[in-house]
């Protein structure tokens, strides 16, 4: 059997294309043919490969998710550090990327503010990922409590919801506002509130 | 010399229901037909009061803004109670309102999602607002600080911040999520961290 045709792009690198297309202009902002150009597949491919535009919007959506929480969790279990020390430097990633003039924002939290409050799809697929994000903090959180560097009396459920809140609204500032001062005060007051 | 024909409609209300279908469709997803029909007025009244779709949503933001800010500072400023007591109402009403199902979030943090990064003019307008609020925070945790409530050792300027970020994140989780029981949660550890 010979091979059908060879195909004529690298649907993950297509993926990340269309993820910065969304993320910059948003969803309803993102024309077919904007995207179309952006991954370089006319239509017939873009549609065997990724259905519709919405569930190219969600698939990439996802990828991203999935990206993000992986690195913040290898961040927060970095075994060279101990577990305040990672919170401290994977907050401090957060406000260099947010606090630079060229921070989006967290894609999520644009997908958030974008979605229609009917939207359940979307409602889940970020509702899990707030999830996921909540419980790296608070695994964090708990072994830091063990080893004596965030407070005793604090409630690690309730600090990583709060990070959770934090760290969002940090992106959304990144996204309109970049003084690296503003998001240098956020990570100090969270550290300072956590410390014993 | 007579008056000319009354007019229509009453433009403070015409200008809140503008408002309210902005923040549950967004600003793309709202059509200038939509508007018509929704504040009651034809095509002609609507461009000689507004001038643009553009213009009313960012006169329909900064009335928004206008509002919940003096509403915020009125909370905070509340003679009847200590600073940090006020600060508790005033965050436990953003979380009950959060938390409810119904909650759009907030209707500048859906702006600045939904904002293309390079809307200079929407961007200007929710870093002010921004400001006001950070104002407002560090005030009372000035005085919080100074009657004892707050730890000596807390900056109000960082922890000012944090709250603006942290409020902007519980207003952006409530567009898609709305466990009371998490809302809850950041407030307290918020208040945890601040008490001495």
Avoid at 35 to 57: C, H, P
Avoid at 144 to 164: C, H, I
């Amino acid at each position: 059997m010979s091979p059908g045709p060879a195909k004529q792009f690298d649907p993950d690198l297509a993926l990340e294309q269309a993820r910065d297309l969304f993320w910059e202009r948003g969803y309803d902002g993102t024309s077919l043919s904007a995207l179309e150009a952006a991954m370089g597949i006319g239509r017939k491919s873009f549609y065997d490969t990724f259905g519709s535009k919405r569930e190219l919007y969600l698939r990439s959506l996802r990828h991203y998710t999935d990206t993000v929480i992986a690195k913040i969790r290898a961040g927060l279990d970095d075994p060279r550090n101990g577990p305040l020390e990672n919170l401290e430097r994977v907050l401090g990633r957060l406000q260099a990327h947010h606090g630079s003039p060229d921070s989006l924002g967290c894609l999520l939290g644009v997908a958030m503010g974008q979605a229609g409050s009917d939207d359940d799809d979307l409602a889940a697929l970020v509702r899990d990922a707030l999830h996921r994000l909540e419980l790296a903090f608070r695994r964090n959180l708990e072994a830091a409590q063990a080893d004596g560097t965030v407070d005793a009396d604090a409630s690690p459920r309730d600090a990583a919801r709060a990070l959770v809140a934090l760290t969002q609204g940090m992106a959304l500032l990144g996204r309109v506002a970049h003084p690296m001062a503003q998001q240098r005060s956020i990570v100090r007051a969270a550290l300072h509130g956590l410390r014993p």
